[in-house]
Nanobody, 121 residues
Framework: VQLQASGGGLVQAGGSLRLSCAASGRTFSSVVGAWFRQAPGNEREFVAAITLNGNTRYYADSVRGRSTISIDNAENTVILQIDGLEPEETAVYYC???????????????WGPGTLVTVSS
């Protein structure tokens, strides 16, 4: 499975971001799509995950209530939207695919190269 994220860039504090993760290859081997983020000097942090049938969504406490993860099965794309961004949410955002719905990076088998999101104050 190959993953490619897009949609990063510069966002003003209080603004929104919409990231897309396009999957190709043996996508049927994965049943969960997820997003993580990693700020400089920090560990990789779980953001949100979704089962590829769209039935179950799982959010980190830090983004619950102001974020939405969704899936476009026709395009093999997982989409993440976060509203009300803060400067401390500046990070490289990574998409991942795996077989188990989890907040642990170790549960995911495939990773995209990441896309930088910078939130300016």
């Amino acid at each position: 499975v190959q993953l490619q994220a897009s949609g990063g860039g510069l966002v003003q504090a209080g603004g929104s971001l919409r990231l897309s993760c396009a999957a190709s290859g043996r996508t049927f081997s994965s049943v969960v799509g997820a997003w993580f983020r990693q700020a400089p000097g920090n560990e990789r942090e779980f953001v949100a995950a979704i089962t590829l049938n769209g039935n179950t969504r799982y959010y980190a406490d830090s983004v619950r209530g102001r974020s939405t993860i969704s899936i476009d099965n026709a395009e093999n794309t997982v989409i993440l939207q976060i509203d009300g961004l803060e400067p401390e949410e500046t990070a490289v955002y990574y998409c991942a695919a795996g077989r188990i719905l989890s907040s642990s990076p170790s549960r995911y088998d495939y990773w995209g190269p990441g896309t930088l999101v910078t939130v300016s104050s």
